[in-house]
């Protein structure tokens, strides 16, 4: 649906040339929820931008629906963008119109009648849950709801792609959340392809199906949100998901948990997928003469799937606890005895 080949933007600046999107290729299939994820200045404005033909690319090119977005031009271009439609951190509404006049705004662009505006309007009003603040005016709204008029306002002229471009950066963690839910709910009702950029990796993890991870103009990690939140190769990535997982591997908590659980293997489970559902531990606790305490863990859900981690303690023979964590490992659950140091 989205195949973006060698792309490459290079900005004349003061300090000489800058290569803000650096060779990046990569291809987005439709319904898919597409996350990038980078620092700032890492290059996803550019990519984003280049995505929806505001910029040019300096080599490469973007193909969306089989359109050369990255080479045409002029009236083709303009029709080609109304198929790909963006939300913005800071909402960029019109504050002199209303909210159903805001959602209007694209389709009398579009030179779609009155009546047909009227009515295609209030359905997004619906959609997106702002029954009764048609006549509202985006002073009068709080941060998710302005949102919520940005979504709607980008569905107008039914897209086949959302851009979101830090859609919830500006927003309180509850109405992220209740922004993400609504993405979701879109994505799947109305089978649109969402592509989004952010720093937050919550984000990735609460919607994404696949994530790329952006570093100076170059995607150095490309993957299934499931499997990059289970084992990031680079350390960039490495940094993305301890945003969001708990310092449960540093040493000193380890040592702290040696403390109070001396006897025995401290040893980490790591679940993936269909196995955070599948009775391991039943079955481990039936076949091993070995003490099984629970020390802490945790689950995470994605669109993915869920993954997570357990951490036990096993008390009995050295023997019966390597048998049992050869078990474990014959089951494909990531095992990893703790020596906190
Ligand atoms: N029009 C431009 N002219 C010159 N340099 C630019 C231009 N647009 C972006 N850049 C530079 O390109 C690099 C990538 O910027 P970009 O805005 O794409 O990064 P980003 O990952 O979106 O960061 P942020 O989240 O801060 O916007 C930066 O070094 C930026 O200064």
Redesign the pocket.
């Known amino acids: 649906m989205i195949e973006l080949k060698n792309l490459t933007k290079r900005?004349?600046?003061d300090k000489g040339v800058?290569t803000?999107?650096d060779d990046v290729s990569l291809s987005i299939s439709k319904g898919e929820i597409f996350g990038i994820i980078?620092?700032?200045?890492?290059?996803?404005?550019?990519?984003?931008?280049l995505l929806n033909g505001l910029e040019k690319p300096t080599a490469g090119s973007v193909d969306i629906q089989n359109r050369k977005i990255s080479a045409i031009r002029g009236v083709e271009l303009r029709k080609a963008r109304q198929k790909v439609s963006m939300i913005f951190q800071h909402f960029n509404l019109l504050w002199s119109r209303t909210v159903k006049e805001n959602i209007e705004f694209p389709l009398e662009i579009a030179g779609v009648s009155k009546t047909e505006r009227n009515a295609r309007a209030l359905e997004l009003i619906e959609l997106v849950g702002l029954t009764g603040r048609e006549n509202a005016y985006p002073s009068q709204l709080s941060g998710g709801q302005k949102q919520r008029v940005g979504i709607a306002r980008a569905l107008a002229n039914d897209p086949e792609v959302l851009l979101c471009d830090?859609a919830t950066s500006a927003l309180d963690p509850q109405t992220t959340d209740s922004i993400l839910d609504l993405l979701v709910s879109i994505n799947e009702r109305l089978g649109l392809t969402i592509v989004l950029?952010t720093?937050e990796m919550h984000v990735i993890r609460k919607i994404c199906h696949r994530v790329a991870v952006?570093e100076a103009?170059k995607v150095v990690e490309l993957g299934d949100v499931l499997s990059i939140f289970q084992m990031p190769r680079e350390q960039i990535t490495k940094r993305f998901v301890a945003q969001v997982t708990e310092a449960e591997d540093a040493s000193e908590t380890i040592r702290h948990l040696r403390e109070i659980y001396p006897a025995g293997e401290l040893v980490k489970l790591g679940f993936i997928g269909d196995q955070t559902e599948q009775p391991v531990l039943t079955e481990l606790i039936r076949k091993f003469p070995i003490e099984v305490n629970i020390v802490q863990g945790n689950i995470s859900r994605t669109q993915r799937g869920a993954y997570g981690t357990l951490m036990l303690q096993l008390k009995g023979s050295e023997e019966e606890i390597r048998a049992a964590i050869a078990f474990l490992e014959d089951r494909n659950v990531r095992t990893e005895v703790m020596t906190g140091v």
């Open positions: 900005f004349q600046t800058l803000a999107v980078g620092y700032s200045g890492a290059g996803k404005s550019t990519l984003i931008r830090e950029i720093h952006m103009g």
